[in-house]
């Protein structure tokens, strides 16, 4: 398997391994949708002749009528609402126990019959079952499709390396429309050479690397190999109360241990996880990769899957900010500021300072003193700001009757009480109480808190003491830019908590007329929502969850862990990160904000120890940086060597064009993706360095690196990433780390590199 990757690799005469398999998973797309057509002029067909058979006129056509028209109708809105993105998987299988076959006519045997493996480790491939979102049998009943809750779509989720059942190759299709984007695959049987209708069985993505580890030579290969699958398989299958913890370094697959965990936990127990998972990834191109491995479980809003950017509706982190700006929003000293501003930014400068009504022939007012009086003590509770706005009314209206003098009028209890109600209606619904109490008390929204706290005076006068001059100045001027960053995402969903939602008067539901109809019509179909339209709808209704993973938790600051606390307070969690690689600057801030975010929830610990993605070469330029950064820590141990060492480039006539030749190297070179790092302020810079060059480069930041891969990387300036910010030095082994096959330092004028090109931090 491996070696067909090999030769398409460095045979340019031959589509890639990969579009070939693209080729064969769309012309499979291509005759579901064209069965799936067939099957939609069926239902048409049979609503068009059950409307005929009406004309019979007896009472028996009539219902028979009325009967098949529903049936059509349904099975032709279903259809049409499932037409799009719906295949997602595909599952091949070695040859079962038996040769019973299920309703959807797929083979039920779970267990691979005796002989199905020969002795010599070969096997045939026996049955192919492709996974999607409804189910399509072909004109003779095969199954195209099978509908991802039927059993036999169980093993796609279900199977482990460990406990492998009949399935040899695990592939998730990406597809958008009727185009097959992408294909990736796991092996559940690494060791095993299978063929399918003769040829040996291609593997694409993390599941070729496995395979010539799997079907190396040696046995210490073999034994690795093995350690991975029970390492990963541990986690996967761990007991789901409490709170799972996962460390590995670079290349242990920490990620898809965690995405595979999810499904394993929904397929084990739906109804428990009813109440959804909520996968979250630090960035929006992570999210893109977790989307093509768990597509499926996003049916009926069951998962979520959102970078800590986008968790708040309606707000998406679209720019980024400073290091040193990002310290002071994502510090958890940010919730003294934002209480303060929450409750500061009632006052603006048109603020009323004075009101004035009349009341039992009298005019009252309360003057600027008693106002702020009045707030003080409205502002004492500790109830969300906005639903505190009755209970300052309450207190204006105390203040304007005790004025009135009308207190002392009676001494019946109920006539007192009766002129008190009298005198409250009659103020409160003059115009001028109302217009000032909505001026004096808005209703405050997150984003208007945020846009008055860039109001840099404002701003230290509620950040005094919590926040330096510096910081206050930096956040204020952050805030005044277009467009949102992470972590003002986090402070909105902090401040949506400090104020609080007004409870709104529910509208009454119109009257359809339709409800009026009877007979044939109240046979007919309503259009109903796609299983997709009812995912984000419940997942924007949402806001806590039953379980939450958090990918690459080590990145997360003490905010962020207090807006994901939030979505998981009654929930169980698998926590997934690395230390090594984190890039926020004070870790033990962060432990605090996630201790109390996990609550006391018991924890169990697994650690994840081969790194089978990098080659060894990379692997040990890379620890050098890691030995820097967190002296004493052991990197996982790298299982392969390509023989191909890390080479390393000095700029001589300009840094564009050293990077750019170097990228164009790579692109011949290897026959995936060549990803340049660079430091987070030369992103846009970078990507004019490769203008051109095609889909296969992209320049990237060094944040923006975290948890992908690529098959060659050239890393820009190693002193750069290291400098931009206390964590560089974690964010550089990040970006050391990110390459499958080859890498290329590039030194910039801050490297101080040698007569080799080798920079200082890169020296022994």
Known sequence: MAAQAQQSAVDPVHDS????????EQEHLDRVYRRLEEKIHEAEFLMHDAARRGQVGTPGALAERDAQVFRAGVHLNRLNNEFEDFLFGRIDLLLGKDGKKGPDGAYTAVEPAEGAVRPDNTADIAETLHIG???????????????????????????TPVDPGRVVRRRVIRSKGRRVLGVEDDLMR????????????????????????????????????????AEQDMVIRAPAASVTYVEGGPGTGKTAVALHRAAYLLYQDRRRYAGGILIVS????????????????????????????????GAEATVYDSPATARAKGSSRMLKVLRKAARGALEGPDTPTRLRVVAFGRRLELEAGQLESIRRSALGGTAPVNLLRPRARKLLLDALWEQSGAAGRHTDPELA???RSSFDEDVSTEDSFLEFLDAWWPELTPRGVLAAMADEKRLGRWARRVLNPGEVRKVARSLRRDGYS?????????????LGSPARPKKRRELDPLDQLTGLEELMPVREESQRERAERLAAERVEYAHVIVDEAQDLTPMQWRMVGRRGRHATWTVVGDPAQSSWSDVDEAAEARDEALGTRPRRRFQLTVNYRNPAEIAELASKVLALAMPGSTAPTAVRSTGV?????????SLEKTVRAEAERLLGAVDGTVGVVVAMQRREEARRWLSGLGERVVALGSLEAKGLEYDATVVVSPAEIADESPAGLRVLYVALTRATQQLTVVSGDRDDADASGVPDLLRD
């Open 17 to 24: 391994v990969r579009d070939r398999e693209i080729d064969v």
């Open 133 to 159: 979102r409804i189910g399509v049998l072909d004109e003779d009943y095969a199954p195209l499709v099978i509908d991802w809750r039927a059993p036999a779509a169980a093993p796609f989720y279900r199977s």
């Open 190 to 229: 690494p060791e095993l050479t299978a063929f399918l209708d003769g040829r040996e069985l291609p593997v694409i993505g993390d599941g070729a690397l496995m395979a010539a580890l799997g079907q190396a030579r040696t046995h210490t290969m073999r034994d690795i190999v093995a350690s991975i699958q």
């Open 282 to 313: 630090p960035t929006p191109l992570l999210v893109a990769y977790t989307e093509g491995v768990l597509p499926s479980l996003g049916e009926e809003g069951q998962v979520a899957i959102r970078a800590i950017g986008s968790l708040v509706d």
């Open 417 to 419: 009480a009766e002129l």
């Open 486 to 498: 992470v972590h003002d995402i986090a402070l909105l969903d902090e401040l949506q908590a400090i």
């Open 645 to 653: 060492r890390p080479r390393f480039a000095v700029v001589e006539d």
